[in-house]
């Protein structure tokens, strides 16, 4: 099967007045998997039910292997689309299930029991043949979805969270499979989820959807460590944020005044002018918190904090710490219990500059 690429291209779609997903642009290569991360209402839906053929554009170009498909109808367009209700037909056997889209096609039944064998025993259920769906359990129903799916052979595989209705244990388990699963098959695939850690830990690249605008796409680690803005590092991730005045710049550092707290000298590689105010951004794991009267090496940034509130996350402990006006958090991990932060204790905090990242202050839009 060739593997194919599925490209959006200044994609614009409204319902009424309602501008659901404006001007996307997205190139998603052959055999890739990836992931559609946003939050509810974002557009991700309507962008996989786009690529379908449910739903039309009013603008722009949909892309199928560089073909502009945007007049193909879905049953035309040879891709696959498991929903997250799975919707199976329930007076149908496993095996009928499965084996539906061959007969819709006609095609002869030699191959059609072949074809449904083989898809079967792809997700490990040919022993479940026999059964009905309400008689299979929410993981085993979800691979019969895919098995009905895959058994089309369809050029690219559209999955609508498709986990979201297992429990987390499941869904962990599950998702290992499909992306096992996928990598055999090596089909491009768009899987669809508000989920970040399921986009993290199976996507090769994605994109974050914010009122229907592509905010950023990357692999997950770009996503993490580079952030282009809040609302990214806040959907992958807890963020900090230090918002500050830059007062002084050379060509590999910034100088950024933060009110209450002072100066921080933070090595950058864009030009930044003066005068701008940015916010002085790391995430919880970069921190180290020491004592209040520790030695401050200098190839750190050190911040006098006050502990405020603390959870205990089985693997790390969640500090809520004060420093300057701002709440901050930071993670420990191997804490034992004599060296727990206690609630009112003073610190020091300790952030690796070449960390910390400068993202933009979001303007207030009015009207
Ligand atoms: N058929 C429709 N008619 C009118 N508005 C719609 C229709 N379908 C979706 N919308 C609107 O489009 C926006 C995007 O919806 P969409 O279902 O794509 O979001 P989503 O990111 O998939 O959200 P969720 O995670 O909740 O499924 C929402 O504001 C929704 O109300």
Not at 59 to 75: E, M, R
Not at 136 to 154: D, F, K, N, W, Y
Not at 159 to 165: G, I, K, R, V
Not at 315 to 344: C, M, P, V, W
């Amino acid at each position: 099967m060739k593997k194919v690429s599925v490209e959006c291209k200044n994609i614009c779609l409204s319902y009424g007045n309602n501008e659901v997903l404006k001007n996307i642009n997205i190139k998603i290569e052959p055999g890739e998997f990836f992931a559609l991360l946003g939050p509810s209402g974002s557009g991700k839906s309507t962008l996989l039910r786009l690529v379908a053929g449910f739903n039309q554009h009013n603008a722009g170009q949909l892309l199928l292997d560089g073909h502009d498909i945007t007049h193909t109808p879905p049953h035309k367009r040879n891709i696959g689309m498991v929903f997250q209700s799975y919707a199976l037909w329930p007076h149908l056997s496993v095996w009928d299930n499965v084996a539906f889209g061959l007969v819709e096609r006609k095609l002869p039944s030699a191959q059609i029991r072949e074809k449904t064998a083989t898809a079967l025993e792809l997700v490990g259920l040919s022993q479940f043949a026999k059964r009905r769906p309400n008689e299979l359990s929410g993981g085993q129903q979800q691979r019969v979805a895919l098995a009905r799916t895959i058994v089309i052979e369809p050029q690219v595989l559209l999955l609508d969270e498709p986990l979201s209705n297992l429990d987390k244990k499941l869904r962990i388990q599950m998702r290992r499979e499909l992306l096992s699963l996928q990598r055999r098959l090596g089909i491009t695939t768009i899987f669809v989820t508000h989920d970040q850690e399921e986009a993290m830990t199976t996507a090769d690249r994605m994109a974050v959807l914010d009122h229907g605008v592509v905010q950023q796409i990357g692999t997950p680690t770009t996503l993490f460590d580079y952030p282009v803005n809040r609302f990214v590092a806040n959907f992958v991730g807890t963020m900090n944020t230090l918002e500050g005045k830059v007062i002084a710049r050379d060509t590999n550092k910034v100088s950024i005044h933060v009110d209450t707290i002072g100066e921080l000298h933070i090595p950058v590689n864009g030009d930044i002018p003066e005068g701008e105010f940015l916010a002085a951004s790391f995430r919880p794991h970069t921190l180290q918190i020491h004592p209040a009267n520790t030695r401050q090496d200098p190839n750190f940034i050190w911040l006098p904090g006050v502990v405020e509130a603390s959870e205990f996350l089985g693997e790390f402990t969640r500090y809520q710490i004060t420093t300057g006006n701002t709440l901050i958090t930071a993670d420990q991990t191997h804490f034992s219990e004599q060296k727990k932060l206690q609630i009112g204790q003073a610190v020091s905090l300790a952030l690796t500059p070449s960390q910390i990242r400068l993202l933009p202050v979001p303007t207030t839009i009015t009207g």
